[in-house]
């Protein structure tokens, strides 16, 4: 499992493309056979992706202090590729390609697998801490609520799709969902916002291969850039803002650990107040 540290705003303004890459940026999720973790002390967010081309069990050890993963944990899983299935406490759930999956804290086995090892699933978890256990329940992207925004005009015509949230399927403190832009559109959270009472982590996918996704972050007045590629992910303090625009459209799930659960708390920056 891999550490990444808090990171002051005020240092931020300091650092370097190699840098601002190390600290935020996530890469190389599905790797072929096994499980990749890396560990967020903003809120103890823990980014996670599977590729099994064989069953994988995801295990607890040092870094968590507990026997198992989800000893004081919850989870939330989506699916970005072929088919698979995930085996808790001995139940298995089918889950095809952008369906997902929310485990609840105290579940002790948590098996991944693919439908076609020659055709691994990807499954994309976030999980943070937990003091109360809520239910296991797949979840239909197609039973999801949903809410469109954009314009044309605008080039960011977007489907919100909430997966994990008060209103749907409940968490203790996990938000978690899916946007998809649609064809010709490529700005997502723009305008942007804050949220300073949560964090949040970008996962963008369904990008081509050619293409590339310029991340913004940063406090509203001193903003930077990441460049992202298709799988990749990117970790958002809650003094930064969390906006996109791609060479093509695409779909990115998010994932949000803090104070509340509330989906629309959150701190508008005015389009003039840039730089």
């Known amino acids: 499992m891999e550490i990444r540290n808090p990171v002051n705003p005020g240092d931020f303004e300091a650092y370097t493309t190699e840098r601002t890459r190390r600290e935020f940026l996530i890469q190389d999720l599905f790797l072929p056979g096994q499980i990749r973790l890396v560990y967020s002390h903003f809120d103890r967010m823990i980014v996670g992706g599977v590729s099994p081309d064989q069953p994988l069990s995801l295990e607890g050890g040092k870094v968590l202090g507990t026997d198992f993963f989800l000893e004081r944990r919850e989870m939330g899983v989506i699916n970005v590729g072929p088919g698979g299935t995930i085996t ?19 579940k002790k ?91 949040e982590v970008y996962f963008y996918f369904g990008l081509p291969e050619n293409a590339v996704l310029f991340h913004f972050m940063g406090e509203p007045d001193k903003t930077r850039h990441i460049v992202i590629r298709n799988e990749e992910a990117v970790i958002s303090p809650s003094w930064s803002i969390h906006s996109g625009v791609g060479t093509s459209s695409y779909s990115f799930i998010w994932g949000m650990l803090g104070e509340n659960q509330t989906f629309a708390d959150m701190d508008a920056v005015a389009m003039k107040d840039l730089k």
């Open 109 to 199: 086995e948590i098996l991944f697998a693919s439908a076609d090892r020659r055709k691994p699933s990807h499954f994309y978890f976030n999980s943070g801490p937990a003091h109360k256990s809520h239910p296991t329940q797949k979840i239909e992207m197609a039973k999801t609520e949903t809410t469109q925004l954009g314009s044309p005009a605008e080039a960011n015509v977007r489907t919100i799709h909430k997966y994990i949230h008060p209103g749907g399927v409940q968490s203790c403190q996990l938000v978690m969902g899916m946007t998809v832009l649609s064809p010709n559109s490529i700005w997502n959270s723009m305008p942007c916002h804050t949220h300073e009472r949560r964090m």
């Open 88 to 106: 808790v406490d001995g139940e298995k759930y089918p889950l095809d390609t952008r369906e997902g999956l929310y485990i609840g804290m105290g």
